[in-house]
Antibody
Framework: EVQLLESGGGLVQPGGSLSLSCAAS????????MSWVRQAPGKGLEWVAN????????YYVDSVKGRFTISRDNTKNSLYLQMTSLRDDDTAVYFC??????????WGQGALVTVSS | QTVVTQEPSFSVSPGGTVTLTCGLR?????????PSWYQQTPGQPPRTLIY???TRSSGVPDRFSGSIVGNKAALTITGAQADDESDYYC??????????FGGGTKLTVL
C-alpha cells in the first residue's frame, strides 16, 4: 500500500523559514517524480513544485520561485520542501504526491503551515 | 498567466448525470495537456479519479468518465450518488514541468 506522510508543519512568523518532509513507503520511491501541492484555508488546490527521480530537474510555480526548494533523499525514501521568506499567503495545507502518467496519483494527508505574527 | 476554468458549482439529482468541464481562459484543452481529475471532501486529501484525459484510477467506479468535449476536458458522473457530493478539481500539464489547477467545482447532489 502506498503511503505518504508529511511532517514539519507549524506556525511561523512572516519572513521565517520552515522545512516539510514527506516519508514514502509501499512503492519504489526512486522511480517516481514527486510533487508538492498546497491548499489555502477554504481555497482550491495549487501545484507548488515537481522534482524528477534523481533530483536533476526541479520546477516551481512562479509565486514560490527563489523562496522554496524541493529536494529528495532516495536512500531515505523522503521528499522535502524547504520554505524561506514565508508570507501570509503561504498559509496552507501542503500535500506531497506521487507523479505518474502526468497525474498526481497518490497523496499524503497533508501538513498545515500557518504564517502569522 | 495561465488560467484554468471550472464551473464554481453544479447541482445534480440522485441518479442523474452531470458533466463538469475544465477549460482554458485562452485556448483549447486537448489530450496534450493530459487533463486529470480529483475528488476532495472536507478535511481529506484529494482522491485521483481520472488521468491522461480518460483513464480511471484504480478503484474508481466506471460511472466516472473523462473526455474532451469541444475545447474543454470533461468529467462525467453517470448515476450520481449522495457520496459524490464533493469538490472536483482538474489539473492541466502545461509543459516544461509546470502544472495548473482549475479553481474547482463544488458538486451538490440533491
Amino acid at each position: 500500500e502506498v503511503q505518504l506522510l508529511e511532517s514539519g508543519g507549524g506556525l511561523v512568523q512572516p519572513g521565517g523559514s520552515l522545512s516539510l518532509s514527506c516519508a514514502a513507503s509501499g512503492f519504489t520511491f526512486s522511480s517516481y517524480w514527486m510533487s508538492w501541492v498546497r491548499q489555502a484555508p477554504g481555497k482550491g488546490l495549487e501545484w507548488v513544485a515537481n522534482m524528477n527521480q534523481d533530483g536533476s530537474d526541479k520546477y516551481y510555480v512562479d509565486s514560490v520561485k527563489g523562496r522554496f526548494t524541493i529536494s529528495r533523499d532516495n536512500t531515505k525514501n523522503s521528499l522535502y520542501l524547504q520554505m524561506t521568506s514565508l508570507r501570509d499567503d503561504d498559509t496552507a495545507v501542503y500535500f506531497c504526491a506521487t507523479v505518474d502518467g502526468y497525474a498526481l496519483r497518490y497523496w499524503g494527508q497533508g501538513a498545515l503551515v500557518t504564517v502569522s505574527s | 498567466q495561465t488560467v484554468v476554468t471550472q464551473e464554481p458549482s453544479f447541482s445534480v439529482s440522485p441518479g442523474g448525470t452531470v458533466t463538469l468541464t475544465c477549460g482554458l481562459r485562452s485556448g483549447s484543452v486537448s489530450t496534450r495537456f493530459f487533463p486529470s481529475w480529483y475528488q476532495q471532501t472536507p478535511g481529506q486529501p484529494p482522491r485521483t479519479l481520472i488521468y491522461s484525459t480518460n483513464t480511471r484510477s484504480s478503484g474508481v467506479p466506471d460511472r466516472f468518465s473523462g473526455s474532451i468535449v469541444g475545447n474543454k476536458a470533461a468529467l462525467t458522473i453517470t448515476g450520481a450518488q449522495a457520496d459524490d457530493e464533493s469538490d472536483y478539481y482538474c489539473v492541466l500539464y502545461m509543459g516544461s514541468g509546470l502544472w495548473v489547477f482549475g479553481g474547482g467545482t463544488k458538486l451538490t447532489v440533491l
